[in-house]
């Protein structure tokens, strides 16, 4: 597996040198366009590497300081983890500084070296301790500081040294990570087709990989790190992505290629943030993206987000917001939930914000709490860790919440036979709706002693039936299985040594099913004879409904009268029914 030591973006205020002292480090050009060349002004993303003794390989993302392309500046410092943040020593501190600095620190970058150019046209110092006196109020905090002049090489070495003292402290990312890797380029080669670049943050990328963009799978036919064909390679990494499954107008900036099955691809997020009142609209940025959104605060610092496109996201990702209108960024948003519930009664907002009043990041318990129930593989793809064990299948609830529910089975139970004294309890489909349920596994995880599931119905349990009443039921039902509506009679029931108390013991325990005084049929008769009873042309006599069901006049009476009772069957005057 290949690995790039580190990837570092610069910042800094347009004309301040940035471009030249990456030129500088590498010997490469980062500026690839023509009109680039000849402005001399950064308009868009530049790529340069070189060896950094110490350091290893070390790619840098350089981003133009014009105050037109911040958006543009944002695509390539969100992937990445280090900045060298460049003030002119003539220049000092300036208004793309500060609003580069305050990008930033909104999202929350901790790693990073001040270089002051063009220390050979002015002391230095006083631009070094102004920018300093800036970065430390940041999530920067206290950076290291270099001087040094592209014009005469002095002090070159000196950011270099600086540079891998910087970088031997970042931490190095998981490599078994999700993938999000974020398109900061897309073109098309001729013979290879569609190609991406982008900053590889952490996780590891292969050629024969299946990834997800946007709802199309996409697989991985070749790659590149720093120009060099690899098989494999782990984050941090600058990488190039040959394509198939996808043409290059579908995939552009802004797109996060994914691991299959992570993060949620959501449009409505809610965020807490420390910036104050917020616009109705700006602009949410993470990694190369950058969204539309329309605002709804929720009260107490949190607020919902209505994104124009959707946003492959997690809980405790950070976004940064932007107000395009005033040129500004307004500060960073913690997103709390990537699946919020609707609010769609009045003080559904203020209940909402006391819903999230204690959410600090991805946390197991607190979604519980707020969800009660989900699928395990749904928290991994919110990015929260699946702690505890299942209830059932991939099935993870609130402890308090499903206790809750077992002992509203009982009641639904209960209240089901007082409805319908003659079933021997409700199905699991009708508990499952009852308790609003998501599926029959869930339902049937709930039922719990003394109730029990026999054959698709929750009944109540009793004790077991003696072995040799269980034996003679047992009998009955495969008499039954030959000849479902041939009910035994007196003799067989006599043979069998089933009496009044061992039949009404067999109905409780839901191993048969009365229909009359000493009438007993296998559970479920009632919906097998309706459908043997479909057969017959609509209204039916007694002696058809007896030729249907290959049954006697014992058993055809009442059997139909039960029918009659549940309203499966509707009595005509003339005696004839019909099915309702």
Partial sequence: ???????????????????????????????????????????????????????????????????????????????????????????GWMPQSAEHLAALDALDVRHGLLVVTRSDLADPAPAREAALAELRRTSLGEVPAAACSVVTGAGLDDVRAALARVLATVPVPDPAAPVRFWVDRSFSVTGAGTVVTGTLPAGSVGVGDDLVVGERTVHVRGLQSLERPVDRVAGVARVALNLRGVDRRHVQRGDALLTPGTHVRTDVVDVRTATGDLPAELVAHLGSAAVPARVRPLGDGLARLQLRTPLPLVVGDRLLLRDPARHEVLGSAAVLDVLPPALRRRGAAAARAADLADVAGPDTASELRRRHL?????????????????????????????????????????????????HPGPTLEHVRRTLALPELE????????????????????????????????????????????????????RDLRLGRSELAAAVRAGRLERVAEGLVLAPGYRERAVAALRSVPQPFSLSEARKALGTSRRVAVPLLEALDATGATVREPDDRRRLR
């Fill in 1 to 91: 597996m290949t690995r790039a030591t580190s990837v570092v973006a610069t910042a800094g205020h347009v004309d301040h040198g940035k471009s030249s002292l990456v030129r500088a480090l590498t010997g490469r050009d980062p500026d690839r366009y023509a009109e680039e060349k000849r402005r001399g002004l950064t308009i868009d993303l530049g790529y340069a590497w070189t060896d950094v003794p110490g350091a290893g390989t070390v790619a840098f993302v350089d981003v133009p300081g014009h105050e037109r392309f911040v958006p543009t500046m944002l695509a390539g410092v969100g992937p990445v983890p280090v900045v060298l943040f460049v003030v002119a020593a003539d220049g």
């Fill in 374 to 422: 989900v699928r395990g593989r749904t928290l991994r793809a919110m990015g929260v860790p699946v702690v505890g064990e299942p209830v059932v299948g991939d099935w993870y609830a609130d402890p308090v919440w499903w206790s809750a529910q077992r002992a509203r089975v009982p009641e639904v139970v209960r209240a089901y036979r007082a409805a319908k004294p003659l």
């Fill in 442 to 493: 869930v339902a049937t995880a709930l039922v719990v002693e003394p109730l029990r599931v026999r054959e698709g119905r929750v009944v109540e349990r009793t004790d077991d039936l003696p072995p040799a009443v269980e034996r003679a039921v047992a009998a009955v039902l495969a008499d039954l299985a030959a000849a479902p509506f041939a009910a035994p009679d007196v003799e067989r029931l």
